[in-house]
């Protein structure tokens, strides 16, 4: 009904449609931050050997609980970045650790329209960010049906009226399925309504294609 409030022609309906934001997180890389306020100005005696030594600290840190935690350790990779500003000002950027002095007056350039290179810049806060590769999740693929899935029959009700429309479980169907509404599809994560004169088949990959009519 939706689809057709939207003048669409054709809805998709990936597999498990309850569980995508599980699915997303699942297969989103893991990453472990750490992190520590330091406020070291370029005009402080020693501050750059003391942000190197403290951002190796806060790599490390991180890069052993990613590995405590189960992580391969030659598939970590490591981002290290510093929150600045010019000395006096209430906000920071964020940049790259790499050249940051250099980032942050380009950064601040950018972002502002100005830059000071005679003024001291300030790290505020360093970040350690130790990341791990997404894990490839399995893709099912369906077979071909070798005849037409089991049915039920039900009453619904579809507007202001009772009609009977067929109930199919979602497991059941097979690549060259296709079945008109009025139809059910039900499933573990969410239940599928194909209203009369549209039609559902799936493709290869157990997504549902609904369209209005056999085309």
């Keep these: 009904e939706l689809t057709e409030r939207l003048g669409a022609r054709e809805a998709l309906i990936p597999p498990d449609p309850g569980l995508l934001s599980a699915y997303g997180m699942l297969a989103s890389p893991v990453t472990r931050e750490t992190a520590r306020t330091v406020l070291q100005a370029t005009d402080d005696s020693g501050a750059d050997d003391y942000i190197d030594d403290a951002l190796a600290g806060l790599a490390l840190q991180a ?27 209430s906000f920071e950027l964020r940049v790259h650790a790499e050249d940051w002095v ?37 893709a099912h693929r369906l077979s071909i049906a070798d005849g037409p899935p ?3 029959s039900t009453n619904v009700i579809y507007g202001d009226r009772e009609i009977e429309a067929l109930l199919v479980s979602r497991s059941d169907l097979r690549l060259e399925h296709v079945l008109e509404g ?15 004169g549209w039609t559902v088949r799936p493709d290869l990959w157990g997504c549902l294609h609904l369209s209005r009519g056999l085309g």
């Design 63 to 89: 890069w052993t609980e990613m590995v405590e935690e189960g992580s391969d350790p030659d598939e970590l990779s490591t981002t290290l970045w510093i929150d600045a500003r010019y000395r006096g000002q």
């Design 102 to 138: 250099e980032r942050f007056h380009n950064l601040h350039e950018e972002r502002y329209g100005y830059r000071r290179d005679g003024t001291a810049v300030e790290a505020v806060t360093l970040r350690a960010v130790v990341t791990a590769p997404a894990p490839l999740l399995a």
């Design 150 to 152: 089991p049915t039920l």
């Design 182 to 196: 009025p139809l059910i599809v039900q499933e573990y994560s969410g239940t599928t309504w194909v209203p009369p």
